[in-house]
């Protein structure tokens, strides 16, 4: 079996148990297959997406699945029965050149940096990441590229077929949730691992302190392979350091960005945010030490200055990054992470924060931001929070972070691009059924959880958004009126008159309605349908309309969850679902 075939291969299988957190576990406990009958080579892209997804769990399902699982073990030994009946081997996955990362936050940003570092020397590189934003082909790249629908659809139901052309010298691959037990740790022989910062996320699968997550994270520390890490918390940073010392992994922790710029030029990022520093920091170091293993020529000068010990590891080497990492570093993309998409009067900023200390990082990235924008002359500026928040997430808490921003309107949807909406008077909010998604592309729909469930949640966002802000009156989250006789729905689930809230707030029942609302028609590129009826009758979406099309400058925060930022890709950035 040749490298190209086991590394594609691999990773159409890693995808396929990891879409959308699914388990091999939960796939065995309902009697599913690993993977569906090879169906007639006329089977289209979306036919096999839409297969992928009903493997879906809930939160609910993967609670319970961790109440009976027993021995965490068995899902991996679970997933290595699933690879055979794919038709590989674990022995497959150890030729491959892999470098695995894990972490809760930064750890996508530091695959894509370390993946640009290492492309720019002209390797062919594998990328292997989740969850995705608008297609699922986003987590298999080649050279940085999703591979194709042809391909994906192809390898999917005929994973045995030959592929020489697809043959990669290194692949990254991030972890999807925690580390010990997640399927990408079939991974035995990686040729060197990485720890991104830690935090608490994931509570319900990983701990409830971010001393039990480090030791998930720590799972994937392999014998004899090197392992780097970022400045943590004391008590995480003792749990990786025990992790390793018990299995003989030498770990290092990496010194600070500012360290390897000594005697050089600054380096540039191709992501924003002061919390890029860390990521791209790790990155250096992991693009480092593959190099040095692959007796690869400029690899980076060691410089004068001695590693010494922090927290009882040893720091990572001090080198002269070379011009290949500089600018792997300033060419990176990694889409909605600390995004600006500039549109006429509007600027959106994309970033799919979703735990407290990386939403604390996307503020102060989006504070920083504003205070070094020119000013606009004619009008007024405008603030608006585009926020929903999933799993086991505390929303309240994230949502009073985000309050130091002064938004002058807080908009919640759910995670779903489009839904054509009927009104139910009964229950005072549109009920949405699942018969009514065929605008919804198969990459993003959730087969298990209701829509009934995630527009509650977003009301729910919305009480909590007015809780914050002091209000002493009560909302009524029930009184939506009902559509009119014979006319369309209104966009709206929820209203809020002034006179119940001092921050106005607005819930969409789709992504799509809220960028209707929010841009007014004045994104050049996204370019919306007139509004159903009903809308001018919404007090705060009559007034904040016409704020918003007078304003000289709209600035959009899209946080509180990856699917939401990838939403709104899909519909800012049509050429992504293409």
């Known amino acids: 079996m040749s490298r190209a075939r086991s590394h594609l291969r691999a990773a159409l299988f890693l995808a396929a148990a990891s879409a959308r957190g699914v388990t091999t576990q939960v796939a065995a406990r309902r009697g599913l297959s690993a993977w569906p009958v090879p169906q007639e080579p006329s089977m289209e892209y979306q036919d096999a997406v839409r297969m992928l997804n009903t493997l879906q769990t809930n939160a609910g399902y993967l609670e319970q699945v961790k109440r009976q699982r027993g021995d965490p073990q068995t899902q991996l030994e679970a997933m290595e029965l699933y690879l055979a009946r794919s038709g590989l081997q674990v022995e497959d996955l150890d030729r491959l050149n892999i470098i695995h990362v894990t972490g809760t936050k930064g750890k996508g940003s530091t695959c894509a940096f370390t993946e640009c570092i290492l492309r720019s020397y002209g390797l062919k590189t594998g990328f292997f990441s989740s969850p995705h934003l608008v297609q699922v082909r986003e987590r298999i790249r080649i050279n940085g590229q999703p591979i194709s629908p042809e391909l994906f659809t192809k390898y999917f139901w005929h994973l045995y077929h030959r592929l020489e052309e697809t043959k990669v010298d290194l692949a990254v691959v991030e972890v999807g949730i925690g580390g010990a037990y997640d399927c990408t740790n079939i991974i035995r022989k990686p040729v060197v691992c990485g720890v991104s910062s830690l935090g608490i996320d994931h509570t319900s699968l990983l701990g409830d302190t971010v001393e039990k997550i480090a030791w998930q994270k720590g799972g994937i520390f392999k014998q004899g392979v090197p392992a780097f890490t970022v400045l943590q918390p004391e008590g995480p940073l003792a749990v990786l350091r025990d992790r390793a010392q018990q299995i003989s992994c030498p770990l290092y922790l990496c010194p600070m960005l500012e360290a390897l710029e000594e005697g050089g030029p600054p ?312």
């Open 267 to 578: 380096l540039t990022l191709g992501l924003e945010g002061e919390h890029q520093r860390s990521n791209a920091a790790l990155a250096l170091q992991l693009a480092h030490c593959w190099l040095q293993r692959q007796d690869h020529h400029g690899a980076g000068e060691p410089k004068a200055s001695r590693p010494g010990l922090l927290w009882q590891l040893p720091l990572a080497p001090v080198f002269q990054p070379t011009s290949h990492m500089r600018l792997g570093l300033r060419n990176t993309e990694w889409p909605g992470r600390t995004q600006v998409l500039r549109r006429g009067p509007l600027t959106w900023y994309l970033d799919g924060a979703h735990t407290a200390s990386s939403v604390q990082a996307c503020v102060r990235w989006f504070r920083q931001a504003l205070q070094g924008r020119e000013r606009p002359s004619g009008g007024p500026e405008v603030r608006v929070l585009l926020f929903n928040a999933t799993g086991d997430r505390d929303p309240a808490a994230l949502l009073k972070l985000l309050q130091p921003c002064q938004f002058d309107y807080a908009v919640f949807c759910p995670n779903l691009t489009e839904v054509s909406s009927t009104g139910n008077a009964e229950t005072g909010f549109h009920h949405v059924g699942q018969a009514d998604l065929e605008l919804l592309t198969s990459d993003q729909q959730n087969f298990t959880v209701t829509l009934d469930q995630v527009l509650l949640r977003c009301l729910e966002h919305q009480q909590h958004w007015n809780h914050l802000d002091e209000e002493q009156a009560s909302p009524d989250l029930w009184s939506a009126p009902s559509p009119e006789p014979g006319g369309s729905t209104s966009l709206l689930l929820a209203p809020h008159p002034p006179h119940t809230c001092s921050a106005s707030s607005l819930v969409f029942s789709c992504i799509s309605h809220a960028l209707q609302w929010i841009s007014q028609g004045r994104d050049p590129i996204f370019q919306s349908p007139s509004p159903p009826k009903g809308l001018l009758t919404h007090p705060v979406a009559h007034s904040g309309a016409g704020v918003l099309r007078e304003a000289a400058a709209i600035h959009v925060l899209v946080t509180g969850s990856l699917h939401l930022v990838g939403g709104v890709l899909k519909l800012l950035e049509p050429a992504l679902s293409q």
